[in-house]
């Protein structure tokens, strides 16, 4: 059974940082794609960043230029990291992973940027 485990959330104050990881229960080998979703409240759940088992990453376009998503093969984990952070990236963030025609997601962490 798949599962998805993010950890690194929590409150942040602006222009700081924070990494974010996800950690499959199976082989990232498994999937197609890997990334980060995030969800405010009120708005729709939002692609940030994702990874690909061949091909280019790809970044929300407000995120692009201060993080940078990563894999671990070995560790199975996913690592978002994203620096000067602002108060609009407060939301739940959602680790996502899809293959063999499946989304699976994780359970989701808080990030709060607040002064």
């Known amino acids: 059974q798949v599962q998805l485990v993010e950890s690194g959330g929590g409150l942040v104050h602006p222009g700081g940082s924070l990494r974010l990881s996800c950690t499959s229960s199976?082989?990232?080998?498994?999937?197609?794609?890997m990334g980060w979703y995030r969800q405010s409240p009120g708005k729709q759940r939002e692609l940030v960043a994702m990874i690909f088992s061949t091909g280019p990453s790809k970044y929300a376009d407000d995120v692009e230029g201060r993080s940078t998503i990563s894999g671990d093969i070995d560790m199975n984990t996913v690592d978002l990291q994203i620096n000067s952070l602002k108060p609009e990236d407060t939301a739940v963030y959602y680790c996502n992973a899809r293959g063999d025609g499946t989304s699976y997601w994780g359970q989701g962490t808080q990030v709060t940027v607040s002064a």
């Open positions: 199976v082989s990232m080998s498994t999937y197609n794609s």
